[in-house]
């Protein structure tokens, strides 16, 4: 009985020295692995121009107002048909009147008691009519309308909507500079790249291409997106 104790203990001790050291050669070959980012970028055209066109007028009498904001709308309206706009796409997004004799606490002594507000959003994919017009747009001050830019941005805002169709490519492009890095890498630690571990994408941004201070990626209609993919692989 007691010689059967013994060769059970020594058995299992066998069997504990031999996980063990299984366990230890997996952490080995588990930390040989290196981590490498891959990079793409492309350079794109914005394909839709949001601009909105807020202006203001006043008058002392409500009809005096609404005439105003009437002749400005058309002002505008005729500016962009001799910009070759479609005025098809302009809509009336908001319009407000304000009455100040209904604020107490505002002197209307010397002031105007009715102001109207009125935003028209001019929506086009014809970007380079929009950025010309854009650069015209003295022109619709000159003829009196009275723009403002207090609830939103004073030009037009250029968006790009075809991220789907290009984002295959672009995440085969990542991929491969990555595992271009990891090989450079293997090479010069003079050993050979595994299979791969782990992979991480990353997050398409859509950034201005020229990126100064003050400059939005709104308000440039050429753009570049960029992917960061981080991936790992196993080092032989």
Do not use: C
Request: hydrophobic share 40%.
């Amino acid at each position: 009985m007691k010689l059967l104790s013994t060769l059970i203990l020594a058995i299992a001790a066998i069997v504990s020295a031999s996980l063990i050291a299984d366990g230890l050669t997996g952490l080995r070959t588990g930390d040989r692995f290196v981590t490498v980012k891959g990079v793409a970028e492309r350079e794109v055209q914005a394909d839709l121009a949001l601009w909105p066109l807020r202006f203001v007028a006043t008058g002392d009498s409500l009809d005096e107002a609404r005439e105003k904001a009437h002749s400005s709308r058309e002002t505008i309206m005729a500016f962009l048909k001799l910009q070759a706009i479609d005025t098809e796409a302009v809509e009336l997004q908001r319009l407000d009147v304000t009455d100040t004799r209904a604020n107490p606490y505002q002197d209307t002594g010397n002031g105007q008691k009715f102001i109207i507000n009125q935003t028209l959003m001019v929506r086009s994919d014809n970007i380079d009519r929009i950025r010309q017009a854009a650069q015209s747009v003295g022109e619709l001050v000159d003829s009196g309308v009275i723009l403002s830019s207090d609830y939103g941005p004073a030009g037009p805002t250029y968006l790009f909507n075809r991220l789907n169709d290009i984002k295959p490519e672009m995440i085969a492009e990542a991929t491969a500079s990555a595992r271009e890095a990891a090989a450079q890498f293997a090479r010069d630690a003079k050993t050979e790249l595994g299979d791969l571990r782990r992979a991480n994408q990353g997050v398409f941004q859509i950034l201005a291409r020229d990126q100064a201070p003050g400059i939005s990626e709104g308000q440039q209609p050429v753009k570049t997106v960029r992917v960061v993919t981080t991936v790992e692989y196993y080092l032989n």
